[in-house]
């Protein structure tokens, strides 16, 4: 393991559910949820839900590019949630659940478009992406109650029937990335 570390932020519906996967990755030494694309200081989850403040929920990964490549992460990013609907992920609807990456550097943002690129030439999804790429500017983490949800919570109905078959199907196309 080096000593670099670097950070990706994801929105792609409930944090929830990328904080769960992203916590399995080989690599990934820890992932936030949080919010972030929004004009709101310190917007509560009430305030995020609204869809007055702008933010969308996301995650923070702090990982280690030796381990796991930014390309890597994204092509989880794609895999488990639908890029094609705007501000939906399923039954959550709402600006907070918009498909979003918020890129911390030029080579994340290079990496970021180059890969829609390829999806879209390769028809992946059958429709166009509408996932957003934004330079990463402030953060506000979750509150407390929001993070590690799944790992606290697994029985809970929308870990059970949201959370759960997600996680299933990463595990099976994501094994070698896996811990």
């Known amino acids: 393991m080096s000593d670099r570390r670097e950070q990706a932020t994801f929105g792609g519906g409930c944090f929830w559910c990328l904080e769960a996967v992203f916590q399995e990755l080989r690599g990934v030494e820890s992932v936030q949820s949080g919010y972030a694309g929004g004009s709101t200081a310190e917007p509560t989850y009430e305030q995020v839900c609204s869809g007055d403040t702008g933010h969308a929920e996301v995650v923070r990964l702090v990982y280690d590019p030796d381990l796991i490549s930014y390309r890597q992460l994204l092509e989880v990013f794609f895999s488990t949630h639908d890029p094609t609907t705007k501000d939906r992920q399923g039954a959550d609807i709402g600006t907070q659940y918009r498909s979003i990456i918020l890129y911390h550097d030029d080579d994340q943002r290079r ?33 407390e109650d929001h993070r590690d949800y799944y790992r606290r919570n697994p029985a809970a109905g929308y870990c059970a029937a949201v959370i759960a078959p997600k996680l299933a199907k990463f595990r099976k196309t994501f094994e070698s990335l896996r811990t």
């Open 111 to 143: 990496m970021a478009q180059d890969i829609m690129a390829e999806i879209e030439r390769e028809e992946i999804f059958g429709a166009p992406l509408v996932t957003q790429v934004e330079s990463m500017s402030v953060f506000w983490p979750a509150e």
